[in-house]
């Protein structure tokens, strides 16, 4: 029995290493997340520092708000571009936009 559920068009967002290493093999975070229900999630590919990651107090901040898209949200909340860093999901994605 899995601890929690997500809802269908949920965002994940998960820190750890390599979770996004691949969404075909493997049960890394991200490809779980999606197969669940998730409609968009980031993580690495590889290993990184935490600072790498966007501060999930700015990310959920923009992407509540509904004036930005999900790539809009990433772009304006990364600390700085990595190779390592990706984002899954509809660039266009925006859950919140008539709240």
Known sequence: MPAFEWQQGSVGYHIASQECQSLRRGEYWCKRMLEEGVAATLGPVGEVYVQAFSPPEIFFALL???RLSLAEVYFYS???WS???VLV???LYRPF???
């Open 89 to 91: 999901g509809d660039p």
């Open 97 to 99: 936009k008539n709240e």
């Open 83 to 85: 190779w390592k860093m």
């Open 64 to 66: 509540t708000e509904g």
């Open 78 to 80: 990364i600390p700085s």
